[in-house]
């Protein structure tokens, strides 16, 4: 005779087995995906969002190793000191549009989709 077979001639084994046969609550819960969803893809802008504005705190480095040079560049050659200061305006202005790029992705990631 098999286990089941033996299991469900005893008492307690068929309360077992009726237990076993009802669906779980996880189960039934499992089928409603909808709230969830929402949630997945909330979490996913917000994470999309935050490794966008990454490139904010990359942009504030660029600007800083710019000026940073800038002054290097000032103590070794002052006669150059026009030519430097539009070298640095120029890298300056670069550094910056790309961190106004990463917050403008940023801002596109949570208020647009």
Known sequence: MSAIARLSLTP?????LQR???PSVAA???LQTTPATRDIDSAAKFIGAGAATVGVAG???????VFGSLIIG?????????QLFSYAILGFAL??????????MAFLLLFAF
């Open 59 to 65: 942009s504030g480095a660029g600007i800083g190793s």
């Open 28 to 30: 039934v819960r499992s």
């Open 12 to 16: 307690c084994g068929r309360s077992v």
């Open 74 to 82: 000032y103590a070794r050659n002052p006669s150059l000191k026009q």
């Open 20 to 22: 076993l046969s009802q």
């Open 95 to 104: 550094s910056e549009a790309m961190g106004l790029f990463c917050l403008m």
